[in-house]
């Protein structure tokens, strides 16, 4: 069973800064992709930035230049650092990952969602 957990949202006013944090947990030998998808009140889940454990990125148009995913494979973490927050950042940021390799060496079809964590940028 894989369990994903985040922290770190909260509040926060426009031009400030977060730093969200996810750990992954369970019968994990590898994670292909883990990133960040976010959903605002009455909007559907959108991507907002994904790395795969070669290091390649992909950010949403929107938080290009103002927001940076990490990982560390090792820990099996995945935090995503927002800078220069705007109002239409306000959303559950949820926590991804994909293309688990369990440790007895088989591949995980699901995908594993966090339970997700409140952004919510106002003055």
């Known amino acids: 069973q894989v369990q994903l957990v985040e922290s770190g949202g909260g509040l926060v006013q426009p031009g400030g800064s977060l730093r969200l944090s996810c750990a992954a947990s369970g019968s994990i030998f590898s994670i292909w992709v883990m990133g960040w998808y976010r959903q605002a009140p009455g909007k559907q889940r959108e991507l907002v930035a994904t790395?795969?454990?070669?290091?390649?990125?992909k950010y949403a148009d929107s938080v290009k230049d103002r927001f940076t995913i990490s990982r560390d494979n090792a820990k099996k973490s995945v935090d995503l650092q927002m800078n220069s927050l705007k109002p239409d950042d306000t959303a559950v940021y949820y926590c991804y990952a994909s293309g688990i390799l369990t440790l007895t060496m088989v591949a995980e079809k699901a995908n594993y969602w966090g339970q997700g964590t409140q952004v919510t940028v106002s003055s």
């Open positions: 790395l795969t454990n070669r290091g390649e990125t």
